[in-house]
């Protein structure tokens, strides 16, 4: 019989945090270390303009972060982009089943960077930090059956590179080189560093 997965107590913080994301991955992993926050999703609109993957995430991360700080006095706002890239592509979400097949198609027997930033601001004292994290995954040489098999799946559809890795896409992900967590879309040990940025140093 397999034991259940430890409820963690709630940690209320000295400060407010507002996590600046709609993202369900996102949000479980702040609720799986027990913190108090709220969610707040940003208005501000992604542009994919011709800069590297890191520039691009770091753009969109203190966008999402800035538009929501707006509507606080008092909180500590977290805004998060990831970007996945391979060479000169940018990876998106898939625009439609096709779309879908040829980011899969460029990522088979492929190494790519998955790039998370992070931009935390202080409403109150208007001090931010940023953060980069980059993470390289290896998938395998995908079979067309592979490809059509998980594109049917739907769990593709609405992530960045077309795959969930802590969902079906696992078996395709030969190697990771960097933090796990980035690629779910929010890299938690550099979270932890920029919060004790601000004070926040008891998250346990």
Do not use: W
Not at 50 to 58: D, G, V
Not at 103 to 112: C, D, E, G, V
Request: charged fraction near 30%; aromatic fraction near 6%.
């Amino acid at each position: 019989m397999s034991e259940s997965a430890p409820v963690h107590q709630k940690v209320t913080l000295p400060r407010q945090i507002v996590l600046a994301s709609q993202s369900p991955r996102r949000r479980e992993l702040l609720e799986g270390i027990g913190i108090d926050f709220l969610v707040h999703p940003s208005k501000f609109e992604e542009k994919e303009t011709h800069i590297t993957p890191e520039e691009l995430a770091l753009h969109n991360a203190m966008g999402k972060a800035q538009e929501v700080s707006r509507h606080y006095k008092d909180a500590l706002i977290i805004g998060v982009d990831t970007v996945v890239a391979f060479n000169e592509h940018f990876l998106g979400k898939p625009k439609d089943k096709e779309d879908h097949k040829r980011i899969l198609r460029i990522l088979s027997n492929t190494t790519h960077k998955v790039i998370s930033a992070i931009c935390i601001i202080d409403t109150r004292s208007k001090k931010n930090v940023t953060a980069i994290e980059t993470t390289f995954v290896t998938v395998e040489k995908l079979e067309e059956s592979d490809i059509e098999a998980y594109v049917a799946s739907g769990e593709g559809d609405d992530k960045a590179g077309g795959y969930a890795i802590q969902g079906l896409g696992c078996l395709f992900c030969r190697k990771i080189e960097g933090d796990y967590f980035n690629v779910v879309g929010l890299p938690m040990y550099r979270l932890r560093k920029l919060l004790k940025e601000f004070g926040i140093k008891k998250l346990i």
